[in-house]
């Protein structure tokens, strides 16, 4: 399926140079998630690991620091981000950059693990979330680990939390800027809930995923590509 520019949200410029700093601020507990998804990888069939919408590279880094034995391939759209994460990683071996989005991948490598960090709220559609998880799924090796992370739960979880979001941040942020990223949140990003997480994973061909960590709008689950 054809995906055009407008169906991701631009990471350029400021947006992709305050990146580092905003997932700081807005994402509470951002370095504690990072810290211990490599751990949730143990079992992976194989220590190549495709990250999806790799951004600045933190979850590679995180998987890197973790264990230097992983080969990873960050994908990503947006030039100025992988730009980041190439200079982030650039001590490190076996680390490996694409541009664009995974269906553009003509490689026929099988990873033997994958993660989509803070990526699928920038996806409008349901139809083009279950795309990208499938064009994901056909890139695992069976057994598989994939880990998601972004704004889920239905629109009234959402505004409950988005008020235990308000009341965390820190107060170096003035109540206009919490104001704007929560009207934007509200209504530009998309959310999903967890029935529909469920329902795209299992579609998708995954399994049945299960819900590992929650940081107010923010949820993180782990599911895996079935080895039969
Ligand atoms: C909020 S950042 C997350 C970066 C990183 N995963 C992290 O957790 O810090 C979202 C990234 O997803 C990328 N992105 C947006 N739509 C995408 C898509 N359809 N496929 C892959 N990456 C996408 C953006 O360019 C951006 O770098």
């Not at 994908?75 to 995974?102: C, H, T, W």
């Not at 139809?127 to 990208?132: E, N, P, R, V």
């Not at 998880?133 to 069976?142: D, E, H, T, V, W």
């Not at 795209?200 to 039969?228: D, M």
Request: glycine content about 4%.
């Amino acid at each position: 399926m054809e995906t055009k520019t407008e169906d991701f949200a631009l990471f350029e410029s400021d947006r992709a140079i305050n990146y580092d700093a905003f997932v700081k601020e807005w994402i509470p507990n951002y370095g504690y998630f990072m810290s211990i998804f490599p751990n949730l990888l143990a079992n992976a069939p194989e220590k190549t690991m495709l990250t999806v919408g790799c951004g600045t590279g933190n979850e590679m880094l995180a998987l890197k620091t973790a264990d230097r034995a992983w080969s990873i391939t960050g994908v990503d759209p947006s030039l100025e981000m992988i730009q980041i994460a190439q200079k982030k990683l650039a001590s490190y071996e076996n680390i490996r950059f694409f541009e664009g989005e995974v269906t553009q991948l003509k490689s026929r490598a099988r990873y033997g693990a994958a993660s989509l960090i803070l990526v699928l709220h920038f996806i409008k559609y349901p139809y083009k979330k279950l795309s990208l998880l499938r064009a994901i799924q056909k890139r695992l090796k069976p057994g598989a680990p994939f880990i998601i992370m972004g704004i889920f739960g239905n629109k009234a979880q959402l505004r409950r939390n988005l008020n235990v979001l308000r009341a965390v941040l820190p107060h170096t942020l003035t109540a206009s800027e919490i104001e704007e990223r929560i009207t934007r949140i509200t209504n530009s990003l998309h959310r999903t809930s967890e029935e529909e997480l469920e329902k795209l994973t299992v579609k998708a061909g995954f399994e049945k995923p299960t819900r590992f960590f929650q940081t107010t709008i923010y949820s993180a689950w782990i599911t895996k590509k079935p080895t039969t």
